[in-house]
């Protein structure tokens, strides 16, 4: 499973007791805000795309959405997102866990400045029921980012 993969990666580190499983659905922001008891923009999703290729993954702010202009710009082509199949195949977690650790090789992590806003947030942990609170640091330090990207508007 997908959770257990994080888990054992955030055990190497010692901060698997840090992640939070529900008994409810977090695989949207609106169901993640309400099962955290935070505002949605402090989600910190995971959006999974498809570049010549391979899967590029895009975190951002939850009230974000992504700027086609500005993602075209960065990416070299058309925002393209993953379907299901392809986001377990090419990334490693289903859609509704998807986030930016123990990942498959292969796969971009991109962090978008929509999440700077905020001294934490909150990604999945690879399951619909799942969550870690990060710094923006922490954030930076776990999820082995390529770089900062501006591809969002809307926040």
């Known amino acids: 499973m997908s959770i257990e993969r994080v888990k054992a990666y955030f055990k190497e580190y010692g901060m698997e007791s840090r ?11 609106e169901l ?3 099962a955290l008891h935070c505002e949605p923009q402090r989600i910190a999703k995971t ?5 010549d290729g391979h899967a ?3 975190v951002a702010a939850g009230d974000a959405r992504i ?3 500005k993602y075209k710009a960065q990416f070299g082509v058309k925002a393209k997102m993953l379907s299901p199949d392809e986001v377990e195949t090419l990334v490693g977690h289903a859609v509704g866990g998807v986030c930016p650790f123990s990942v498959n090789e292969g796969a971009q992590i991109y962090l978008d400045v929509s999440l700077k806003r905020f ?3 909150f990604p999945a942990c690879g399951s619909s029921n799942s969550a870690i609170e990060l710094s923006i640091a922490e954030l ?3 999820s082995g980012f390529t770089k900062w990207v501006d591809v ?3 926040y």
């Open 152 to 154: 969002c508007k809307g």
């Open 19 to 29: 992640i939070q499983e529900f008994e409810v659905s977090s695989a949207t922001v």
């Open 47 to 51: 959006l999974s795309f498809l570049v």
């Open 56 to 58: 590029v993954l895009v």
């Open 119 to 121: 001294d934490t947030v």
């Open 67 to 69: 700027d086609n202009q």
């Open 32 to 34: 993640a805000a309400a």
């Open 140 to 142: 930076e330090k776990y």
